[in-house]
């Protein structure tokens, strides 16, 4: 089995920068894409980022794209999320998750990902 557990969420302004922490325990790290989704209320989840299983290759979805910066440590078993200029918009619950399936599969699905994370709140004021 593999546990996810994410961190360093909190409550900021407009402007500022946060950086979620995804530490996995379980089966091997390296060799699964991780992904990080959010999900607000009354919206479903949805798509932020995603890395390779050695962090070569990222993807975002454009809204994030040039704030947000996916990154991995292997030796570490962790996947970080940096998140730069946030703004009220980005206010979320946002939850890391690991594919098993594929070492790269760069899906922007939830139902491509077989482990998550219990979340982390996300709250930016204006």
């Known amino acids: 089995q593999v546990q996810l557990v994410e961190s360093g969420g909190g409550l900021v302004q407009a402007g500022d920068s946060l950086r979620l922490s995804c530490a996995a325990t379980?089966?091997?790290?390296?060799?699964?894409?991780r992904g990080w989704f959010r999900q607000a209320p009354g919206k479903e989840r949805e798509f932020v980022a995603t890395?390779?299983?050695?962090?070569?290759?990222?993807d975002y979805v454009d809204f994030v794209r040039g704030r947000f910066a996916i990154s991995r440590d292997n030796a570490e078993d962790t996947v970080y999320l940096q998140m730069n200029n946030l703004k009220p918009e980005d206010t979320a619950v946002y939850y890391c998750?690991?594919?098993?399936?594929?070492?790269?599969?760069?899906?922007?699905?939830?139902?491509?990902?077989?482990?998550w994370g219990q979340g982390t709140q996300v709250t930016v004021s204006s």
């Open positions: 890395i390779n299983y050695n962090g070569g290759i990222t």
């Open positions: 998750a690991a594919d098993y399936e594929s070492p790269w599969r760069g899906s922007t699905s939830p139902a491509d990902y077989q482990y």
């Open positions: 379980g089966r091997a790290f390296h060799v699964s894409t």
